[in-house]
Structures are given as C-alpha cells and as structure tokens.
DNA sequence: CGATTACTTGAGGCCTGTCAATGATGGTGG
DNA sequence: CCACCATCATTGACAGGCCTCAAGTAATCG
C-alpha cells in the first residue's frame, strides 16, 4: 500500500478535515483521535451522521462520487494517513484484494448508518441514548481501547444530540436517567458500562463488527 | 455481464425477497418494480432503512460480510435479475471498471441514507413528509418514471411513517397538510408535485442523483 | 357484495423541545 | 496564585409536537 500512500496529516480539535460540498482531492485513514461526520442544514441544524475512529477511512464518498455530501471534524488531535484520490482507481485495477477491501469498508460503513437510522427513528430518548453508548463502547471494545472497564469517549453531549436527533437538554436528562439506573457513566470523556446486557435491552446492537477490518 | 447473471426471478406484492440475518447465496438487480428495506426491533418497530427503485441493487451487504442487516420485501410485482454471490470476487478480479462501478453503486447508496438519517434525526414532522416525496420525485424523474408531472409511488403511508419514525396517524395529516397547502398530492398510488420550490424549502434534497448510474 | 385492508379525522396525554439560570471545568493573563 | 472568561454540563418550568386510542369512511379483492 506504500505506492498509494502520499504523506501524513495531523489535525487539531475542532478542525475541519473535510468540508461539506467540497471536491477532495484526497482521501484519509485515521491513524489516531477521533472526529465526527456531520451534515448541515440551511436552518443550521447540524446532523451527525457518523463517528470517525482509529482505522476508518474518511473521503472515499467524495473520491469515487465527485463530492462529500457530509463533512469532518475532528474531536480530538488527529494523526491522518494521506492517500492520492486519483489512485483509486489504480487500486481498482491493479490490486483487486484491495479494492475488494475499499468495498466492504463500505459495505460495513453502510452498516452503521441503518443502524443509527434505525434507532433514531424508533427508539426513545433513553433508548437512543443506550444504542450510541452501547455501540461505541463495542467498537471501542473492538479496537482494544477498553481498559478496566473504560473506553475513552472524547466528544460532548451536543455532538450526541446532534446523532440522535435530540436536544441537548434532552441528552443530558437521559444520560443523568441511564447513570442513575446504574446502567452506565460517561464523565470526564470516558465512558464506563456497568450493566451491557441492560443497555443492549434498550437498544440491540448488532454484533461482530469485530471482524477485522482490511487495513490500508 | 451475462457471465454473472444467473438468471432472472419474479417478486409478488409483499413478497420477502431477502430476510433480515439471512445469508444469502446471490445477489440482484431490479429490472422492475419496486420495494422497501426494512430493519425490525425484537419490539416489532419496523425501519423502513430504504426503498428499492428500478436499477437498484439488492445484497450487496449479504455478499460481502456475509450476512444481510436488513430484509427486501417487494411492494409491487418485481423482475429481478440473479447473480451468484460468488463471482463477485471474480469480477472484481477481472473487471476493475465494473468492480468501480458496484463501488460507486454502494457509495451513492451510503448518500441516501445520510440524507434520509438528516431528515428523520433534524426535521419536523411536516418536513420529513416532504422530503420522503420530493425524493421520490426526483429519483423516479431521473429514472424517465415522470410523465405530465405524475410519478407512480405505490406504497402505503405507513411504509412513510416506518421511513420517517412518524406514527401512521401524524404520517396522514402531515399528508394532508402539505395537500391543502397545495405543495404535492399523493394518492391512488401517484404522486403530483405541485409546487416543488416550495417542497425543497421545507426540506434540501441532495441534487444530481441523476448521474448515470453504472448498470448491471 | 361481503370482508379485509388502507385511509381519514378527532380527542387527550405524554415525550421532548425551548427558555432560562446555575454550576463545573479548563485555559489565560496579571 | 488568583481573578477572569469561555465552554460545557446540569437542572427546573413550561409549552407544543407527536403518539395513542378510537371511530368512521373509502378502496380493494375474491
């Protein structure tokens, strides 16, 4: 994968990887830190409609589509991997496990999104809330970052609100509504399960997204 | 393409064409009518993740994680054409453009659900209504479905209110709402945009779904 | 033409949004 | 080291959008 790397990026919290609209020329993975993927409406009304973590690749939409209909921001200090957008297709041609690879990236990232549609279409305050910390303490999990317990969890309660389609009021008196239950605590951008089977009553996660990922 | 294609099947109304965790052996195309994505909660809440247009693919996801999240069901009579899960490995080895092009399929895919967790997760209940038709309109305007302003849509309002995380109930009288206010009229299986301007400000709807998309 | 399914409409209550104020935390400069 | 400021988290009161329940109408089908 050498061939198509072309450099390294570092990105500072609240910086904006990938704008909304905009013509990459580039395509990332995420070495380290976290961002979030977001699109934004004319009233500016902010949707998040995805977490980027270590492992991810940000920017395929706009290299194969022309555009990215949703942007990147990180949340945390970011270590970026470079690639060439007009490389793809280089890929394609001549590394068919690769870009068979690219494609079930894809497919999972699609995963995630019926997903998230799903909860935040069917589920209640309470219940949003425990899908999004019940997913991401399992793909934390995934990624080794569980430690004692904890995940790291490095985003505010507005960056949820924004997931879930809830007001920011509401995200609180939800968490504070799951923390008293003694379901789970998120403070001091960590995140600690106490009781997953209750959570994932609330909200069913699909499993084995701990398939190992084709790493670029 | 005819190397792939296995043949060709018949969907009726209602029909399951792929089931929610199934593993499926092949994969579609729709050659005609049309159908619904749909995840289900163990409460028996459906979410409607998607809807299957004439062009689109169906299994993707099955055939390259190897299990479906969500299920196909036909709304109205459907010809699909069948492919073998197996060669998709096979035409990514040996054709690149045509391994680009599913790439490409599922990336433009991954725009719709954006779009649609937008609507569902930040608009009101009236906009989400709007948004859902003036969708439709411009998917089956592209699709050469339009004629003297009029696209078919044949599917039930609570395939809407499943789509939008609406009730049935509210579902109707935003129907009616957007009617009186003379913006669109839905019934007898046809939808009539009266005022599209006035639809698109109730709710943006990504442009140039129009690309060509890649056949197969 | 009867039965089933889909659509329509009204009433009442709960969930969630908005407004508002306070507390906690972290960074900055004197 | 402390005052100051900005950002984020927390909590309460109130209003409104949306859900549920329920009944009635229309359309579809065998």
Known sequence: MK???TGETTALPGAE??????????LYTALSGMGIRFKTLPSGARQVVGFVLPGDFIGLQASITDEMRHGIEARTIMRLCVFDRDRL?????????????VTRLAAVEERLLCEALMAVGQLDGKGKVAWLLNRFYRRLFALGMERDGRVPLPYRQ??????LGLSLVHTNKSLASLRDAGLAVWA?????????QALAALAPVDEEFERPRPLM
């Not at 704008?19 to 020329?25: A, D, L, M, V």
């Not at 297709?89 to 690879?101: I, Q, V």
């Not at 507005?158 to 997931?163: E, I, N, P």
């Not at 001091?188 to 997953?196: E, F, S, W, Y």
Request: charged share 35%; aromatic share 14%.
């Open 17 to 26: 990887i990938i704008s909304e609209g905009q013509e990459s020329r580039h």
């Open 188 to 196: 001091q951008g960590a995140l600690k399960v106490h009781d997953p």
């Open 158 to 163: 507005q960056d949820f609100a924004d997931a």
């Open 3 to 5: 061939r198509f790397k």
């Open 89 to 101: 297709w280089d890929l394609f041609r001549d590394y068919p496990e690769r870009a068979y690879g």
